[in-house]
């Protein structure tokens, strides 16, 4: 392929269909980290709905009774700070960062909408998803709900 110079850009029109196809898999479902951390949560002894699409974001996996929601989010596509997955493609350089930025934005907002309607939130990144400490961090994530009794208690 001919080496791409700085303004060559217009050399690749539109999203062709390649491009296309991996937009769509920002949203993914039933990606394998998402499943490698269902498959965890599931030998954990937990149980949990999948993709609620009532709530904002459509998180992956919910746990209902808890009011607790888990995203599970691609490195590249949801910008892992620092990750060495969050890399930015060198061509059409403007158009990638404006995705990217829209993307985080996104997410950022859905997490907020998830908090105020009283949802507690997790997000478990791609490169997190076979981490030996995740299971751990599930269980304080899930256990938290303590949180809500004791504050139904102080207040009497
Ligand atoms: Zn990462």
């Given at each position: 392929?001919?080496?791409?110079?700085k303004g060559d850009d217009i050399a690749y029109p539109e999203p062709t269909?390649?491009?296309?196809?991996?937009?769509?898999?920002?949203?993914?479902?039933?990606?394998?980290?998402?499943?490698?951390?269902?498959?965890?949560?599931?030998?954990?002894?937990?149980?949990?709905?999948?993709?609620?699409?009532?709530?904002?974001?459509?998180?992956?996996?919910?746990?209902?009774?808890?009011?607790?929601?888990?995203?599970?989010?691609?490195?590249?596509?949801?910008?892992?700070?620092?990750?060495?997955?969050?890399?930015?493609?060198?061509?059409?350089?403007?158009?990638?960062?404006?995705?990217?930025?829209?993307?985080?934005?996104?997410?950022?907002?859905?997490?907020?909408?998830?908090?105020?309607?009283?949802?507690?939130?997790?997000?478990?990144?791609?490169?997190?998803?076979?981490?030996?400490?995740?299971?751990?961090?599930?269980?304080?994530?899930?256990?938290?709900?303590?949180?809500?009794?004791?504050?139904?208690?102080?207040?009497?």
């Amino acid at each position: 392929m001919k080496k791409l110079r700085k303004g060559d850009d217009i050399a690749y029109p539109e999203p062709t269909e390649q491009r296309r196809r991996l937009m769509s898999r920002v949203k993914s479902r039933n990606t394998s980290p998402e499943l490698k951390v269902r498959k965890l949560l599931h030998a954990m002894g937990y149980r949990f709905r999948l993709h609620k699409c009532d709530l904002p974001g459509t998180p992956d996996i919910v746990f209902g009774p808890l009011k607790k929601a888990i995203f599970v989010h691609g490195c590249f596509w949801h910008r892992h700070d620092g990750c060495r997955k969050t890399t930015t493609p060198t061509t059409r350089r403007e158009f990638w960062v404006s995705k990217f930025q829209a993307n985080v934005l996104r997410d950022e907002r859905k997490m907020h909408e998830l908090k105020e309607i009283g949802w507690d939130v997790m997000v478990v990144w791609e490169c997190e998803s076979e981490a030996p400490t995740l299971a751990r961090h599930l269980t304080r994530f899930l256990r938290r709900s303590a949180r809500k009794h004791r504050r139904r208690v102080e207040r009497g």
